[in-house]
């Protein structure tokens, strides 16, 4: 069984639900998941060498021709079904708070409305000293383009290690953990803080936490439940498991 029934009932019962993702929710999509976004060119570097100012600082141009070649990806992809299935579950529960630590914007592409993007937003620009929006559709061919309020080298709208999350979702998602009676952390390594601290906010609160991941991680010894597997096939599973309890729930009314 993919989905335990306690898990469906803890589910159809919560008042309050929070869904943390990761990038694993983006792999089944053909978006490189963090740790594996190194391929070809950029395998001899870390991530966290790339997505930091220091990097940014020293080789502008190198660092946006790696979110370049990341943009290229995310625009030739597609929500896959674990992305449908979480706006499945935004119209199912009472209340949803999603939290994503992806910066692909595949959640509103499914059709999410409300998305914390604790990260960012990758394919948004802003100038890198005033923090303005810029739009870079038309200027391709400086790497990165200048702001065209102020001249400055413009950078990808996204935390880099070592940046503070926008004190605006870092608010949002704080509150959320404290006050959801569930929380699923999916296809996350839970290595990156503060983002992974949130399952055990919340789970200091009494929430139910629920792991769904192919690999254990170190949220899996304090989950209450652990569903090992792919998103785009556990997060379906679950929202069928709800719509079967609801069924059984109008026939038995
Ligand atoms: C900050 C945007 C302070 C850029 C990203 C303790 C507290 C606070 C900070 C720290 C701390 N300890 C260390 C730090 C510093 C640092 C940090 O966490 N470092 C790590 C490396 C140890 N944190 C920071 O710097 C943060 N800032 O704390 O600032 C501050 C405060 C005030 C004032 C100034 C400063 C900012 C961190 C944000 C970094 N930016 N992204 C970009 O994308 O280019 S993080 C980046 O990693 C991505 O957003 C990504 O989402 C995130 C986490 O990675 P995962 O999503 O987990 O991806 P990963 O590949 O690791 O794992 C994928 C998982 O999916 C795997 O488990 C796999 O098994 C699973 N999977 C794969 N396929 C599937 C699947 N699961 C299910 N189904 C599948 N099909």
Redesign the pocket.
């Known amino acids: 069984m993919l989905v335990p029934d306690a898990l469906t009932r803890a589910l159809a019962v919560s008042s309050h639900a929070v869904i943390l993702t990761?990038?694993?929710?983006s792999?089944?999509s053909g978006v490189p998941?963090?740790?594996?976004?190194r391929t070809g060119l950029w395998a001899r570097f870390r991530?966290?060498d790339?997505?930091t100012p220091a990097a940014f600082e020293r080789d502008p141009g190198f660092v946006w021709d790696w979110?370049e070649w990341?943009r290229g990806i995310v625009a030739t992809v597609e929500p896959n079904p674990?992305h449908t299935a979480i706006v499945a579950l935004e119209r199912l529960l009472p209340r949803v708070t999603l939290i994503t630590?992806?910066?692909d914007g595949l959640h509103q592409r499914a059709g999410s409305a409300n998305v914390i993007e604790f990260?960012?937003n990758?394919m948004r620009s802003k100038c890198s000293i005033e923090h303005c929006s810029v739009d870079i559709s038309g200027d391709a061919d400086r790497r990165p383009p200048p702001c065209p309020n102020c001249g400055a080298p413009v950078r990808?709208d996204?935390?880099?290690?070592?940046?503070?999350?926008p004190p605006a979702a870092l608010e949002a998602a704080l509150a959320a953990a404290a006050g959801c009676d569930v929380m699923l952390v999916?296809?996350?390594?839970?290595?990156?803080?503060?983002?992974a601290?949130l399952a055990g906010h919340a789970s200091a609160r009494g929430a139910v936490l629920v792991e769904?991941?192919?690999?254990a991680?170190p949220l899996t010894a304090s989950a209450d439940y652990v569903l090992p597997?792919?998103?785009?096939v556990?997060l379906p599973a679950l929202v069928e498991s709800l719509r079967d309890a609801d069924d059984l729930r109008g026939r038995t009314g």
């Open positions: 990761g990038s694993g929710t792999a089944e998941t963090f740790r594996e976004a991530p966290e790339l997505a979110y990341r674990g630590q992806n910066v990260h960012g990758i990808p996204v935390v880099w290690f070592g940046e503070a999350i999916v296809g996350t390594s839970a290595q990156v803080q503060p983002a601290s769904i991941n192919l690999e991680t597997g792919k998103s785009g556990i």
